[in-house]
């Protein structure tokens, strides 16, 4: 009997007690594993992700959970070749494993860079800005987002089986909430090696990550109301899940990444021979190819002109005959099996279900003779486009089939009659019609992407998910919206609105809000490091009076000579100054003089403005007196410095506010004797 693959949970292997499910080989249907979650303590799995994960993943900031998954992709990264080759058994390809294992560790790599950049080296993000809610502003509303305290469940697709956990992993971590992995049983021994060594790695807290394999119906009994499931698998699979009794009366989030009948469209000013057609071809024929079609944004339907259906037939009928089809261990083979045969067989009664109004133009709709899951390209042609089939009926295979439109608009309609996609192509060289057909296809797509001669070799190709961009899709496609770079993180966090003082928001959120007290003292806040600022440190700097020559000075030594500044005639005609004004970001230069520090020290660099606005006119002679407060301070990690953000307003000799932006400071941590 082949190995008993062992589940993870509650900080050790399980074995089950009984033998399991086999699962078979995809190239010779050898057995290859065995699957059980026999025994398996499902209420102890929740109870440790919420009592020892959780609390281990709150006492990390963004910033040490970024770390620890860079780490972790590295380590991984380092054992690549084990994968690869497990790999080859579920049947993908080397290029279909880069896709997969490669696109997982990126995928963390990505998060982990983000992440970084764009989150605080905290633990709470602030979503959107401080909401004035009292006249004189002692009362103030701002939306906080925290770690929610329950257990991420995600349930996998067989497809992928390394980056489909490592793709809702990383946000779900970087968010501060541990997660359970079930992967699909017919590819979970390869889960389960990725997984081996992420413990043997020990670089991810106890309890944040755990695995179940086999099946985890009973888990669901356990989960509440600040629990999530992603689900990634069949729409019928999905709608029974979210109307689970426990998943209905508990609340629990539920997001689903489902059927999807994606769709490539050729757009009407694209010649056949042309380069673009010739790009519309060639992506078509690697969707079918690339991991045997078996993933969720495949091209299922080729949208072309009716006047050039043959045209395409026949060029990427040409291009299937170029596939080999076999053993992926064969450097000479380019398409490898389904998953199974059983899921071929799936596959095969959806062809002959598409043949009711489709016709064969390649392939065809038996099974290849031996032991593996191997099946060529299909390629089908729609005879009725009022026909259901071909907008109901998934083939989640190498399959795909070419549908003739003979209007923009009913090109639209054909892709919508989907119910739902996650992805969508458009293939053309016109901007205008490419901003019909975009917006005509994004209320039924979570992802649309153009493509011509312009962007052809830099892009990522119609199928490719992207750490940085929403996967998922309404409808049909299950509503999910799984990655997106940062809104990822927040699909697992709390939003809520805090009311209350300046004070206690710039407590609560480590950010200065405006009306919140400020501290001036002897010491200038250029000199303090980074471990002795504090937020509201200020400094009150000025007046500084602006002067005509200021003025003229500034516009002949920038070459700004806009009228505004320059004459005095068409400047009194302008209702908005009523004559000579200065320059903005003469403005903004003079408050700089006023507050900036000459001698080296703490501060090591201004690396940016932030939201500046110019809010009143500076005339010649006015007066300008500026504020600076210490508003965010982020340390960074890796660094002997962190970043500060200043709230800097600039005011005239009437208190009218001129300009008002935030300052961005690199701050060292210490200053040793440069003080």
């Known amino acids: 009997m082949s190995r008993l693959l062992t589940s993870y949970v509650k900080g050790r292997w399980h074995t089950a007690s009984d033998t399991g499910t086999p699962v078979h080989s995809a190239v010779d ?11 398996v303590d499902f209420a102890g799995a929740v109870d440790h992700a919420r009592v020892t994960g959780g609390p281990a993943l709150a006492r990390l900031t963004f910033h040490e959970r970024a770390a620890a998954l860079k780490a972790l992709a590295l380590a991984l990264k380092e054992r690549k070749t084990e994968f690869y080759e497990l790999s080859r058994s579920t049947g993908a390809t080397d290029r279909d494993a880069a896709v997969d294992i490669d696109g997982g560790i990126g995928t963390l790599l990505s998060y982990a860079s983000r992440t970084r950049r764009e989150l605080p080296n905290d633990t709470v993000v602030l979503d959107g800005p401080v909401e004035q809610l009292s006249k004189a502003g ?48 017919q590819t979970a021994y390869l889960t389960e090696l990725v997984f081996r060594r992420i413990i043997e790695s020990g670089l991810l807290p106890e309890g944040s990550v755990q695995l179940v394999c086999g099946s985890a119906q009973p888990l669901l009994e356990h989960l509440g109301g600040q629990d999530s499931i992603l689900f990634t698998g069949s729409a ?107 899921q071929r067989e799936e596959v095969l009664d ?27 390209p299909i390629l089908l042609r729609c005879t009725d486009n009022d026909a259901p089939e071909p907008h109901e009926v998934e083939p989640f295979g190498p399959v795909a089939t070419i549908i003739g439109y003979r209007s923009t608009a009913e090109a639209i309609e054909l892709a919508a009659r ?66 997106g770079g940062i809104r990822g993180v927040l699909h697992h966090m709390q939003r809520t609105a805090v009311q209350a003082t300046p004070n206690i928001l710039t407590a609560v959120g480590r950010r200065w809000v405006a009306g919140a007290d400020r501290v001036e003292d002897t010491v200038h806040p250029f000199r303090k490091t980074l471990t002795e600022l504090r937020l509201g440190d200020t400094i009150v700097a000025g007046p500084r009076r ?22 005095p005639v068409a400047a009194a005609a302008n209702p908005l100054f009523g004559g000579i004004v200065a320059h903005g970001y003469l403005v903004v230069s003079l408050a700089a003089g006023l507050f900036v520090d000459p ?77």
């Open 29 to 39: 249907g050898a057995e290859i594993a065995r699957v059980s979650s026999t025994g």
């Open 138 to 185: 002692a009362f103030a509303g701002q939306h906080v987002c925290t770690s929610r305290r329950g257990v991420v469940v995600q349930i996998n697709a067989y497809n992928f089986p390394v980056w489909g956990f490592l793709e809702k992993l990383a946000p779900a971590f970087i968010a501060g909430v541990p997660s359970i992995v079930k992967p699909a049983s």
């Open 236 to 342: 019928a699979t999905a709608s029974m899940l979210r109307t689970h009794p426990a998943v209905v009366a508990n609340g629990v989030r539920f997001t689903a990444e489902a059927d999807s009948l994606n769709a490539s469209i050729l757009g009407p000013d694209i010649a056949a021979g042309s380069v673009e057609f010739d790009l519309y071809v060639e992506q078509l024929a690697t969707e079918m190819t690339v991991k045997a079609g078996q993933k969720c944004t495949a091209i299922r339907r080729a949208l072309v002109p009716a006047d050039r259906v043959d045209d395409v037939a026949r060029a990427t009928t040409a291009r299937l005959a170029r596939a080999v089809v076999g053993d992926p261990a064969d450097p000479e083979v380019t398409m490898g099996a389904l998953v199974s045969t059983t």
């Open 350 to 376: 959806a062809v002959r279900t598409l043949t009711k109004s489709c016709e064969i133009v390649f392939g065809d709709a038996e099974a290849p003779a031996g032991p593996g899951a191997f099946l060529p």
């Open 418 to 483: 989907g119910q739902g996609s996650l992805v969508a192509s458009v293939v053309t060289g016109d901007t205008a019609l490419a901003r019909e057909i975009v917006l005509g296809l994004a209320p039924y797509h979570g992802r649309v992407l153009v493509l011509n001669a312009e962007d052809a070799a830099e892009s990522t190709g119609h199928g490719s998910p992207l750490p940085v961009l929403v996967h998922g899709g309404p409808g049909r496609a299950g509503g999910g919206e799984e990655l």
């Open 546 to 567: 602006v002067t005509r020559a200021d003025i003229a000075h500034f516009a002949e030594f920038t070459g700004d000579t806009f009228y505004a500044h320059t004459d």
């Open 599 to 675: 001698a080296p020290g703490p501060v090591l660099a201004n690396f940016g403005v932030d939201n500046l606005r110019f809010l009143t006119p500076v005339k010649a002679e006015d007066e300008l007196t500026v504020t600076l407060t210490a508003k965010q301070i982020t340390p960074r990690s890796t660094a002997d410095y962190g970043e500060v953000r200043w709230d800097a307003t600039v005011a005239n000799q009437d208190g009218a506010v001129v300009a008002a932006y935030d300052v961005l400071t690199l701050v060292a941590k210490t200053n040793g004797d440069n003080r």
